[in-house]
């Protein structure tokens, strides 16, 4: 029964979903969780304490007073969190909001993560040293943590990496002091698919403190292929070792319709038989730099009929291509070097100038401009940053702009329309497209080339600019190919529902877990 429409008694039960490994499945499991919890009736949200990850989305932010204290009032300002947790809010018919993933850490280098807190960048906690942040972090974590439990039913959280890595226990803001803290009922995942899943189980659990092991109900094996009665007799003895059940065995689940957490998309073509017969694919390159933001955003590409996605890191795989892509960027002026440094600029720049399409979002449409300027050392971490940039370095001049970069960041959702568009993007012309933008950089005429008469046609005031020629298109819209009205206008495709894609999720942990398994986890001790 929902009880949604009642006064809460008590606090929501807490599941939470822990891996052996990275890479396991514990978002992919957290996200189906979420909505099968939901069909159920009851009031579900997702929890992750701390994310790493370059993917983020923009939803409802605190009020300006609460991020520093905790409290749990939302205000209307927007913020960021993980673009799992905005998924698994989805899933589980909740409206996102920045508690569902309080710290946020941004890789900008290799020793470096810009640190959101409370869907806010902080830079008091991206100075301090990673050691010394969980204190800070965790009072604001354990409120968002309380906050969400008082306000609904069930809480699904997720963890990262493992809970069992024995150098980071003493500072652990993610997995066991959560699990504690919540009274989670916790699911250990492993990928049976890489081999060693019962070594990785029980170890795992073997490093575990013993209070701590207690908290784990159960193990599940994910991504099996073959028939899972071959398993047998080994989660027999690992219960014998442990005294904790394997409670499922997930099938490899392909394509399953949700964007990818971490890793860059498998370079294949549409599956047999979609597309035109006879007709080659369309080839999208979309450049794969160290930095890559907000990749999950390509997604639909993969469902679209007779499109063949790339990700390139090299000329030699632009070769044959029919757009090219240039991405977001978490390290703008770093990731420009570094695609110099490939020889991907010339290519990039060839493939315009014999009219093929090129289309830059966010970081790269800065880079497709010709200044980038960095006077506070927002992109190079300040005079004499890691980058090694000047506060000003040529963009690749494809579109006639100057990008101006500033601490302050944009974050809000975006509900705009595109003008008139020319050339092979007109198509788009007159689309209402919805999105999101999160970037520090700030775009205009370049005034130099104005002054000559070099101009780039707005489609969207301060959001969107296209060459003169019409083949290079730069948008600040995060999400472009996950609106259905330009998915139509581009390829005259359907998006697969995303709620389509969390009932068939649900559908197959209802399958996989023991029977009643599931309605146990969340009763009452």
């Not at 939901?38 to 949200?45: C, I, P, R």
């Not at 698994?88 to 807190?117: C, F, G, H, I, Y």
């Not at 009072?139 to 968002?144: T, V």
Request: one cysteine or more; a neutral charge; aromatic letters at 6%.
């Amino acid at each position: 029964m929902s009880k949604q429409d009642s006064k809460r008694l008590r606090l929501a039960r807490c599941v939470m979903v822990l891996g052996a490994s990275s890479g396991a499945g514990k978002s992919w499991l957290a996200t189906a969780l979420c909505r099968h919890y939901a069909n159920q009736g009851l009031k579900v949200a997702p929890f992750k304490a701390q994310n790493m990850s370059n993917n983020a989305r923009v939803v409802a932010g605190l009020a300006a007073s609460d991020t520093e204290t905790g409290a749990a009032e939302m205000g209307t300002e927007m913020g960021e969190i993980g673009s799992a947790q905005y998924f698994q809010a989805l899933a589980a018919r909740a409206v996102p909001d920045v508690r569902m993933n309080p710290l946020l850490l941004k890789p900008e280098a290799d020793t470096r993560s810009q640190a959101v807190l409370l869907g806010r960048a902080s830079a008091q906690l991206t100075a301090l040293p990673w050691r010394e942040r969980g204190a800070v972090a965790w009072p604001h974590i354990a409120a968002a943590l309380d906050a969400l439990r008082a306000e609904n039913d069930v809480l699904v959280i997720e963890g990262a990496g493992s809970p069992a890595e024995i150098n980071l226990m003493p500072r652990d803001i993610v997995n066991m002091r959560v699990a504690r803290h919540a009274g989670a009922r916790c699911l250990l995942v492993a990928d049976v698919d890489r081999g060693g899943a019962f070594a990785h189980l029980y170890g795992t659990w073997a490093l575990l403190p013993k209070a701590d092991r207690a908290l784990i109900s159960g193990f599940v094996l994910n991504k099996f292929r073959g028939d899972a009665a071959l398993l047998a007799p080994a989660p027999q003895q690992l219960e014998c070792l442990t005294g904790v059940p394997t409670v499922a065995t997930i099938a490899m689940q392909r394509q399953h319709g949700l964007p990818e957490e971490d890793g860059v998309f498998d370079d294949r073509c549409a599956p047999p038989g979609s597309g035109h017969a006879g007709a080659p694919p369309l080839t999208v390159a979309v450049i794969a730099w160290p930095r890559l933001s907000n990749l999950d955003e390509f997604q639909p590409l993969k469902n679209v009929p007779g499109l063949r996605l790339v990700w390139a890191r090299a000329p030699a795989q632009l070769q044959g291509a029919d757009w090219i892509v240039l991405p977001g960027s978490k390290a703008t002026a770093s990731d420009l070097a570094w695609l110099r440094a490939q020889g991907l600029d010339a290519a990039i720049t060839a493939h315009a100038r014999a009219g093929g399409r090129v289309l830059g979002i966010c970081g790269g449409l800065q880079m497709l401009g010709a200044e980038l300027r960095d006077p506070h050392g927002v992109e190079s971490g300040g005079p004499g940053g890691d980058s090694g940039n000047s506060s000003s370095v040529p963009g690749l001049g494809l579109l006639p702009l100057a990008t101006t970069f500033a601490p302050r960041k944009t974050v809000r959702r975006v509900c705009c329309r595109f003008g008139a568009v020319s050339g092979p993007w007109a198509a788009l012309s007159g689309v209402q497209a919805s999105g999101y933008e999160i970037h520090c950089g700030q775009t205009a005429p370049h005034p130099a080339l104005a002054a000559r008469g070099e101009m780039a046609r707005e489609l969207m005031a301060g959001m969107a600019w296209q060459n003169a020629a019409g083949n290079v298109l730069g948008v600040y819209l995060h999400g472009l190919f996950e609106d259905p009205a330009v998915l139509r206008a581009l390829f005259g495709a359907r998006a697969r529902p995303l709620d389509e894609v969390f009932e068939r999720l649900a559908a197959v942990v209802a399958d996989s877990f023991a029977p009643g398994f599931l309605q146990e986890l969340i009763q009452e001790p």
